[in-house]
Nanobody, 117 residues
Framework: QVQLVESGGGLVQPGGSLGLSCAAS????????MNWYRQAPGKQRELVAG???????NYVESVKGRFTISGDHVKNTVFLQMNSLKPEDTAIYYC???????????WGQGTQVTVSS
């Protein structure tokens, strides 16, 4: 059974930094893509950043230049470095993974990120 475990959320002041980690276990295969989504109260879940097994990354416009995603497709881990955080980055952040030879989508339980003074 595949499980995604996230860590690293918390409370930070505007302009501060946080790092989010996600580790996948239970898959026989490497990930084909790992992503971070977020959902703020009253808003739809949005894709924040993603990375493929070949290392190609993508970001939502609002975080470009501030967030960096990195991943290890052998260890099936992904890390999101978030710098220059803004109050509008406040949300629950979810790790999402797709694995090679599988059509399934997997989600972590979510971790809260709060940016406030």
């Amino acid at each position: 059974q595949v499980q995604l475990v996230e860590s690293g959320g918390g409370l930070v002041q505007p302009g501060g930094s946080l790092g989010l980690s996600c580790a996948a276990s239970g898959s026989l295969f490497s990930f084909s893509a790992m992503n971070w989504y977020r959902q703020a109260p009253g808003k739809q879940r949005e894709l924040v950043a993603g990375i493929t097994s070949s290392g190609k990354s993508n970001y939502v416009e609002s975080v470009k230049g501030r967030f960096t995603i990195s991943g290890d497709h052998v260890k099936n881990t992904v890390f999101l470095q978030m710098n220059s955080l803004k109050p509008e980055d406040t949300a629950i952040y979810y790790c999402n993974a797709k694995f090679m030879y599988s059509a399934n989508d997997y989600w972590g339980q979510g971790t809260q990120v709060t940016v406030s003074s």
